[in-house]
């Protein structure tokens, strides 16, 4: 790794910046000082940057990006192919190995019908991995989402971390942990991204409020942006892209992002009957909304317009993960087409709801849903590097 260079964070946004440096991180900051309408690029960071990150005042796009980086160097390395030994007892029997696989995807078919289709185009070995991958992420949301939810504590989830490192160590305790470790022996994927996820799960256990975006975006990343990072080293990148690994790890996290913001913005009202408010409380303040405001559930000029600046914001992020689609795999490049169209669009409906999020739930319905897909398809197998390819030809 070189130590050479420096960390240049661009968050542009209108006509208003700010520039900040910090000479201890050999860092440029340019900041945004209205939230709703930042932009975030990452151009080139550095070893030396990382290392000074023991100062507290780091941002957590920061933070996160370090683990970005670590991903991406772990890629290029092509520290692949790790030989982990799958404990002999459980699974040496490429029977029961393909039963665990045929599982999870029978799970995903159940809970994620659009996205199971859409990784049929996958390489059969790469679509095992992410079904693999999707069934550890919906467990570990389901231990503070679903029916056992109130049982919930963080003992629970410090068990469930030492279960993971053990998956990792090739240790499975069930079928779906067993095709886990399969998965996790077979692509470069890392163990950091899942431990942050686990965290975001206690982060929700402790915490029903974000004081701002810095906080909200941590959130984001424990609990999405790390399948995006999850999800790379299998997906893989497209040979001839000339894109830098940094710059699709970027776009991928990117993805996550967006999709848990659309998330929240779309579960508002749902939220705040648990009694959560998953929106910063220094731009709510600054829109002059309330919590009240909010458990009240009425829509008025104050509240459209701070969903505008929220909606604004996730499609910014959207934006940042369109620059990383087309330089996955191209086989890859369908199934994150139609996830990004599909939850994008639920931004539009929350906008044709007239921001009623407190008690309509923005959806995109059946005949949207079948015509993302066709057009997922074109962008993937059409878009423009091939498009361009195939002119000069
Ligand atoms: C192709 C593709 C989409 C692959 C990802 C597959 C995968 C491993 C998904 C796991 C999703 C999951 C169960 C996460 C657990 C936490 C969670 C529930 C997050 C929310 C997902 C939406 O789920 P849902 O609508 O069911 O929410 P409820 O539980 O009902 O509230 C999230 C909003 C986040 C999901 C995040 C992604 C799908 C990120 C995808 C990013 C990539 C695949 C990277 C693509 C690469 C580039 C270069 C752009
Ligand atoms: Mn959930």
Redesign the pocket.
């Known amino acids: 790794m070189s130590s050479t260079t420096c960390v240049v964070v661009w968050v542009s946004c209108g006509s208003k910046l700010e520039n900040i440096t910090t000479t201890t991180h050999q860092k440029s900051v340019v900041k945004c000082s209205n939230n709703n309408n930042d932009k975030i690029r990452f151009t080139s960071i550095s070893s030396a940057a990382v290392a000074a990150a023991s100062v507290p005042s780091r941002s957590s796009e920061e933070k996160v990006y370090e683990v970005v980086l670590k991903q991406a160097a772990l890629v290029r390395e092509q520290r692949k192919r790790r030989t982990i030994e799958i404990d002999d007892d459980f699974m040496t029997n490429l029977h029961l190995l393909n039963a665990a696989y045929d599982r999870c995807g029978q799970v995903c078919a159940e809970?994620?019908k659009t996205?199971f289709l859409?990784?049929q185009l996958m390489t059969e070995e790469r679509r095992k991995a992410?079904w693999a991958?999707?069934v550890?992420?919906?467990r570990?949301?389901e231990l503070v989402?679903g029916p056992n939810a109130s049982h919930i504590t963080p003992t629970a989830l410090d068990r469930w971390e030492q279960r993971l490192n053990d998956v990792f160590q090739g240790r499975p305790y069930d079928m779906f942990d067993a095709a886990l470790s399969h998965t996790v022996s077979n692509y470069p994927v890392d163990i950091q991204p899942f431990k942050d996820?686990i965290e975001?799960m206690r982060m929700d256990l402790r915490k029903s409020r974000y004081n701002n975006f810095d906080e909200l975006y941590l959130y984001c990343y424990y609990?999405?942006?790390t399948?995006?990072?999850?999800?790379?080293p299998v997906?893989g990148i497209a040979p001839d892209s000339n894109s830098s690994t940094e710059t699709?790890?970027n776009?991928?996290?990117?993805?996550?992002i967006a999709?848990?913001l659309?998330?929240i913005l779309r579960?508002v009202g749902e939220d705040a009957r648990r009694g959560r408010i998953y929106l910063p409380q220094d731009e709510l303040a600054q829109a002059g909304l309330s919590e009240e405001d909010i458990f009240n559930g009425k829509v008025t000029d104050k509240w459209r317009n701070f969903m505008k600046g929220q909606i604004k914001r996730a499609r910014i992020f959207f934006d940042e993960?369109?620059?990383?689609?087309s330089?996955?795999n191209s086989a890859?490049r369908w199934?994150?087409w139609?996830?990004?169209l599909l939850?994008r669009q639920i931004l539009d409906s929350i906008e044709a709801n007239d921001y009623n999020n407190f008690t309509k739930r923005a959806y995109v319905g059946q005949a949207k849903k079948l015509f993302s897909l066709p057009a997922a398809y074109a962008k993937a197998f059409l878009g423009p590097p091939k498009l361009t390819k195939m002119i000069m030809r």
């Open positions: 809970y994620a996205f859409g990784t992410i991958i999707y550890w992420c919906r570990t949301d989402d996820m975001g609990v999405a942006g399948v995006g990072l999850m999800s790379v997906m699709i790890y776009a991928a996290l990117a993805l996550g999709n848990q659309t998330n579960d993960a369109e620059k990383g689609v330089e996955l890859s199934p994150v139609a996830s990004l939850y």
